[in-house]
């Protein structure tokens, strides 16, 4: 890191003692509350080490989470109290929309002077010069494209871009404190909430990133479709801030903290709301297939193994991250099949 002293006030705070100037022992730094500790932490080049800063495991002996308890609840109620809002605006603007485009067809077909307007527009576009016409040609390729995307991948479009924005902060060494205190969730961390939702955005590496974003993309038609736009980023962000707390409850529970960062636990969340409502769907394998198999299928699969990263303690992946995003999404399915019971 490229400051060179930090302070700590704290309650019982381990620190690795080759970077602590209290004790040079090989044991364990143990603060005493409000105890000061001055420590310089070793020169590093950030962009090199960003991923072994988050794979590291830090030594610290305690952590509440008490704190962010209610967090996944507020937040969860909050997303999809929005998302109703939000959508009835949406079919009340899509409701305008087409009764104004009734108006101006009529508008036009009792119109005159329709050549004189072909012939006007005809004219500005010889007056223009060959870089305007294929800068607007070019405009014009894109809007196409973009109308020919489904809802669902448009909304996967602005959720990639997002996530590649903050893939390129963690590139800017000046930002590199504050991604590390936002972007990456760690329940040792003084910076716990915020980090819930925003770390759901974060990824230290391409492949990371890229892995991500392709299951989205896979899912988002399917999901969008099923439970539209609004909905479907409510249970997106709702199920990102809940495997991470999750994964705060773990980590407290096992004693093994470190940062995690990355959308896993919220894709699971669509995955497994995709494949518990549409279990007999068909998925296959990428560069695979040859090989497929059934969603409902798929998704025990998952499960399974991540309970079994879980019990025996593999550190590569935040195993409890994605458990709790899966059961967010089948507890969400469950939700609608009582409400679905209840007013039939």
Partial sequence: FSYRTIYFKCTFLALPCTLCKVCHDDAHCYLRPRQQ??????????????????????????????????????F?????????????????????????????EKLRRLGEGQSHDTAYW????????????QMILLVSAVDDWWGRRSEGQKTAIGIIALNTAVLCCWRIPVMQRTMLKFF??????????LPMLLSSFSHYSILHLTANMFVLWSFSTSVVSLLGREQFLALYLSGGVFAT???????????????????????MTILAAVCTKMPEVKLGIIFLPMIS??????LKAIMALDTAGLVLGWRMLDHAAHLG????????????????????
């Fill in 325 to 344: 995003g899966a059961l967010f999404g089948v507890v969400d399915y469950v939700k609608e099949l009582v409400f679905s019971v209840v007013s039939g």
């Fill in 122 to 133: 005809h004219n500005w576009w010889n007056q223009l010069s060959a870089i305007q016409k």
């Fill in 37 to 74: 500790c001055i420590f310089t932490p070793l020169n590093s080049n950030i962009n090199r080490n960003i991923s072994e800063v988050l794979l590291s495991e830090p030594r610290y002996t305690s952590t509440f989470v008490g704190s962010s308890t209610l967090t996944p609840c507020q």
């Fill in 184 to 193: 990456t969730s760690n329940p040792a961390s003084k910076t716990r909430c």
């Fill in 293 to 298: 198999f059934t969603a409902g299928n798929a």
């Fill in 245 to 267: 707390f999750i994964s705060y409850v773990c980590k407290t529970a096992t004693g093994r903290l470190g940062p995690s960062l990355g959308a896993s636990g919220a894709i």
């Fill in 76 to 104: 969860t109620g909050c997303s999809f109290g929005a998302a109703a809002i939000l959508q009835y605006e949406s079919v009340r603007f899509r409701v305008e929309s087409v009764l104004e485009e009734v108006r101006e």
